[in-house]
């Protein structure tokens, strides 16, 4: 009969505090990397790309928000290394500090009117540091909480990642829903939308407290104390696991179904040139109330997936998610705000969470401790650097003016979503190895009857844990 390893880790405390962690982490963080998303669909094209042509104006601002994405993969490859050789706790309290100090400085930028194209340059030389920064966040979190988890429960905790990131866009669209709402379109545009940016000071403050009260997991430490800590993990991760990080780079265009919503739907909802004409301040609301309900998704589908394995979720989440995304820019183009926040609702707050919700557990669990971090990090930042590319692509291919922008960009962002349904269907099960055997080609499972017993085991000590502590 199949017994615990000792070095499965046994959760309880341990895990609680690295599960809230890199939640509350995730949210701060993230909170930064969106309201520079929210910004640059609302108000960057009018103060920073000033421009007769709506077109070029909105071209250029969606492209500043993929400049973030391009400088992921380096900071990838360094914070992917500073993770696997000192430890995830520290690369994470790095990534906190550049993130906050660079989106801090975002809001004190003097705007086109006042420098003339200096300060397209400063927005996008300060977009580069915050995609540097985010690199290392999903990934090195992941992985902490990965290694913190119980047998059997690696997918449930380890998709509060995620929350984190979708509670953190909540928070970001939730600072610009007042302001938008209240202040005249010129404030707005002048001083308003700086405010979210200048209260990243919380990030910096409140990331270092939470964060530097986290131990390092056991793989590591004792990894650590074995010498077996990896020299060289960015060169061991493509040498050794690029097949599986080709697939993490497929599984990651997923992405694709966030850009379309919050991107380039924002765009094409608002922006003059289009002729929609939603209301910047109602359409902030088809992202918060899509990741209020994705908040709420989430953990079930975590928990789901220890029950059913990775994959049949994301292949299904994402085929789905694409096809809605035909529903959603067509209920944009009828000027339906009740059909757009449906459409939202279903396609990005319920169905993407398939993929979302798993991916923080499906994605380490395919590479070993000694390169976790790295092999992750580069192979999804690459993935999402593509898809950060897309919404001005969408707006090169379906500008101002078009008359089928819903079956274009529909079209495009489905048949990316089968790529990455592709590349999940060709990577092996992660659910029922042992966290010693992660990564390892040739190891087996642990049999589906003894999993379930284990794992119902895990479950019943965590519920007595609650009623005794």
Same mark, same amino acid.
């Given at each position: 009969?199949?017994?615990?390893?000792?070095?499965?880790?046994?959760?309880?405390?341990?895990?609680?505090?690295?599960?809230?962690?890199?939640?509350?982490?995730?949210?701060?963080?993230?909170?930064?990397?969106?309201?520079?998303?929210?910004?640059?669909?609302?108000?960057?094209?009018?103060?920073?790309?000033?421009?007769?042509?709506?077109?070029?104006?909105?071209?250029?601002?969606?492209?500043?928000?993929?400049?973030?994405?391009?400088?992921?993969?380096?900071?990838?490859?360094?914070?992917?290394?500073?993770?696997?050789?000192?430890?995830?706790?520290?690369?994470?309290?790095?990534?906190?500090?550049?993130?906050?100090?660079?989106?801090?400085?975002?809001?004190?930028?003097?705007?086109?009117?006042?420098?003339?194209?200096?300060?397209p340059m400063l927005l996008v030389l300060l977009r580069l540091v915050q995609g540097f920064a985010v690199a290392g966040e999903i990934s090195?979190?992941?992985?902490?909480?990965?290694?913190?988890?119980?047998?059997?429960?690696?997918?449930?905790?380890?998709?509060?990642?995620?929350?984190?990131?979708?509670?953190?866009? %909540?928070?970001?669209?939730?600072?610009?829903?007042?302001?938008?709402?209240?202040?005249?379109?010129?404030?707005?545009?002048?001083?308003?939308?700086?405010?979210?940016?200048?209260?990243?000071?919380?990030? /910096?403050?409140?990331?270092?407290?939470?964060?530097?009260?986290?131990?390092?997991?056991?793989?590591?430490?004792?990894?650590? &104390?074995?010498?077996?800590?990896?020299?060289?993990?960015?060169?061991?991760?493509? &040498?050794?696991?690029?097949?599986?990080?080709?697939?993490?780079?497929?599984?990651?265009?997923?992405?694709?179904?966030?850009?379309?919503?919050? /991107?380039?739907?924002?765009?094409?909802?608002?922006?003059?040139?289009?002729?929609?004409?939603?209301?910047?301040?109602?359409?902030?609301? %088809?992202?918060?109330?899509?990741?209020?309900?994705?908040?709420?998704? #989430?953990?079930?589908?975590?928990?789901?997936?220890?029950?059913?394995?990775?994959?049949?979720?994301?292949?299904?989440? $994402?085929?789905?998610?694409?096809?809605?995304?035909?529903?959603?820019?067509? $209920? %944009?183009?009828?000027?339906?705000?009740?059909?757009?926040?449906?459409?939202?609702?279903?396609?990005?707050?319920?169905?993407?969470?398939?993929?979302?919700? #798993?991916?923080?557990?499906?994605?380490?669990?395919?590479?070993?401790?000694?390169?976790?971090?790295?092999?992750?990090?580069?192979?999804?930042?690459?993935?999402?650097?593509?898809?950060?590319?897309?919404?001005?692509?969408?707006?090169?291919?379906?500008?101002?003016?078009?008359?089928?922008?819903?079956?274009?960009?529909?079209?495009?962002?489905?048949?990316?979503?089968?790529?990455?349904? %592709?590349?999940?269907?060709?990577?092996?099960?992660?659910?029922?190895?042992?966290?010693?055997?992660?990564?390892?080609?040739?190891a087996q499972p642990v049999p589906l009857k003894d999993y379930h017993r284990q794992r119902d085991e895990v479950v019943s000590q965590s519920?007595?844990?609650?009623?005794?502590?």
């Amino acid at each position: 009969m199949t017994t615990f390893h000792d070095s499965e880790p046994e959760g309880s405390h341990q895990v609680k505090r690295a599960t809230a962690s890199g939640w509350i982490g995730s949210v701060l963080e993230y909170y930064d990397f969106f309201i520079y998303a929210t910004a640059a669909t609302l108000v960057f094209p009018q103060i920073f790309f000033p421009s007769s042509n709506p077109r070029v104006a909105i071209v250029a601002s969606l492209a500043t928000y993929g400049v973030g994405y391009v400088a992921r993969p380096i900071g990838a490859m360094v914070l992917g290394h500073w993770g696997d050789t000192y430890g995830r706790k520290n690369v994470l309290l790095l990534c906190m500090f550049l993130m906050g100090l660079s989106t801090m400085a975002v809001g004190l930028l003097p705007t086109y009117d006042h420098v003339g194209l200096l300060a397209p340059m400063l927005l996008v030389l300060l977009r580069l540091v915050q995609g540097f920064a985010v690199a290392g966040e999903i990934s090195g979190a992941s992985s902490m909480i990965l290694e913190h988890s119980p047998f059997g429960r690696r997918g449930f905790f380890a998709s509060f990642t995620l929350q984190g990131v979708q509670a953190g866009q %909540i928070l970001a669209a939730a600072v610009f829903l007042p302001l938008a709402a209240l202040l005249p379109k010129e404030q707005f545009n002048d001083w308003g939308w700086r405010i979210p940016f200048l209260l990243s000071f919380v990030v /910096i403050i409140a990331g270092y407290y939470i964060r530097r009260e986290v131990h390092e997991t056991p793989v590591f430490a004792r990894q650590e &104390t074995q010498g077996q800590r990896a020299r060289t993990p960015v060169l061991q991760a493509f &040498t050794q696991h690029w097949p599986d990080m080709l697939r993490v780079v497929c599984m990651a265009l997923m992405n694709v179904i966030p850009v379309v919503t919050t /991107i380039f739907g924002a765009a094409y909802a608002v922006q003059p040139g289009y002729g929609i004409g939603f209301e910047k301040s109602v359409y902030l609301w %088809i992202p918060v109330l899509g990741n209020i309900v994705a908040v709420i998704v #989430i953990p079930f589908v975590g928990n789901w997936s220890d029950k059913i394995g990775r994959r049949p979720l994301i292949i299904g989440g $994402s085929l789905l998610s694409g096809l809605l995304s035909f529903a959603y820019l067509w $209920s %944009i183009s009828i000027h339906s705000v009740p059909l757009a926040m449906l459409f939202s609702l279903l396609m990005w707050g319920v169905v993407y969470q398939g993929y979302n919700a #798993i991916f923080p557990s499906f994605y380490p669990e395919l590479f070993p401790a000694r390169t976790r971090v790295s092999a992750m990090a580069i192979s999804q930042n690459i993935g999402t650097m593509i898809t950060a590319l897309l919404p001005a692509l969408f707006a090169t291919v379906a500008p101002p003016g078009s008359t089928q922008v819903p079956w274009i960009v529909g079209g495009l962002a489905f048949g990316v979503t089968v790529i990455a349904s %592709i590349a999940a269907f060709t990577a092996r099960e992660t659910f029922r190895l042992r966290v010693d055997d992660l990564g390892q080609p040739h190891a087996q499972p642990v049999p589906l009857k003894d999993y379930h017993r284990q794992r119902d085991e895990v479950v019943s000590q965590s519920h007595r844990s609650r009623l005794f502590n």
